[in-house]
């Protein structure tokens, strides 16, 4: 039973992402060769890895929403590409949800990720359906928002987060790109997981495990 | 399948540093044309930037693609670009200090291929330049026929028209046009801009050295795109002249009885020179045969794919109004028009 995070954790949390992007980014890569340019796992290390020095100089009395703040606008500038601006976005809407905070409770939670994904929804332009990352983030958002109207347990919650990321992921396989490099391809974008939606998945069941582990 | 003792090699250092070390030596090698804006190393522009009351011209997009976009940074041409990682979109930092760095008081227009990626960069940093008060305007380019049909010409992608959309908008703001006529010229460029073309192999990137795409060893692909995204049709390789046959065949559709283009064979990284000119050689009889006179041509590598070989080629559909901003002297660090 965990009913709080506080910064300090979120910041271990987003270490264990860094560092789990850094060890699927070939993965990643080789899922966008099929569809897109191929570089999805080398956009992600870039940025992840300039999110990994950025939290190691950030001051300890940072709030919630100053530390979304920095590690956006650091992957950002790393990055640019596509998921560049969609995961900075994501970032910083979620952080202003929780301005001046220091430790959260589910609910809030809830918020910053329901916040991050109509970030991404607003960036991006993307609808439901289109095989993209939003198609993980917009569903684990509401599941996540679901649950803890019946739940304070912070794991459980991002448990079945977790869980939904991973089926909506595996959903975008059987979907018709329309957004991106990839919906020029037509039919044949069909049969290969969207690269967003795979690191975005990865990125919930990092935020499940992770905080397990705390 | 793709042969593993084609192995992709390179003359790189750190793949993750292969920009910045690229940038550098541009910056180095053509120091009397080039200069850093705000000291960032992915935001490149005129020497002699700002040029007052000149509408800036910033192009941009990702690396791999030289000499698009740092080459076309001169006189007649661009004032900045902003310089993203291999393929993919500069983020907004680059963007918005080159657009100081280039806004001499009438403005900026933001020009580049039509990706989503790039569009969310750019936008964002219109936004953040808007709010400091600098007027800016963007123009994608949206020349590859075989990218979406003629009715959502909107979602094709930019090619090797980058060329000539860019060279319009550049001469147009030479000439001291204000911004809003600058870019209805760009407009029309990229309205009489139609590319398309051919890959035999793939590219890889610096990071991974892993094919783009696979091709068989005797297949080529009619359509690909500048990033490796697959094309329309995947076939045997075929002669320089059917090859050629079948882009003019799909571009000629498109022509509206233009009858005088500007013709741009472009490599797409490790074709020879000898095969352009044996492609330029088809398309010069072909619209010959058609009564289509060629005004101007230009044969090389203008928007590359890193190694990738393959070639395509562009027409402009020539007016009054676009061919003297067309043959407007233009001075850059990779080439002259």
Redesign the interface.
Known sequence: MKKELSTNEFIKIIIAICDNVEKEK?YL??LD?AT????H???M??GWSAVKEKVSTLENNFTFDKICMQIASSF???????????YATALMRGGAKLKDLTVINSSQLSEFFDAAANGIQD??KANLGDKTMLDVWLPTAKKIKDISSSTDNIIEILEQGSLTANEKMLSTKDMLSK????S??GE?SRGHIDPGAASSALIFKTFYEATQNL | MFNVDMAFKKIINDPYQVVDEMVEGIVLAHSDLLKFANNNKRAVVRKDAPIKNKVGVLIGGGSGHEPAFLGYVGKGLADGAAIGNVFASPSPDPIVDATKAINGGKGVVYMYGNYAGDIMNFDMAAEMCQMEDIPVKTVLVTDDIASSPLEKKSERRGVAGDFYVFKIAGAAADMGMELDDVCRLAEKANDMTISMGVALGPCSLPHTLEPSFVLEDNEMEIGLGIHGEAGVRKGPLQSADEITTELMDKILNEMDGSKKVSVLVNGLGSTPLMELYIMYRKTYEILKKNQIEIHSSFVGEYVTSLEMNGASITLMKLDDELQPLLERETLCSMFRV
């Open positions: 070939d890569s080789e060769r897109g340019d191929g570089d796992g080398v956009t290390s870039i950002l500038s790393a990055v640019g590409a596509s998921a560049g601006p969609l960036r991006g957004k991106g490099r990839s020029k391809l044949r």
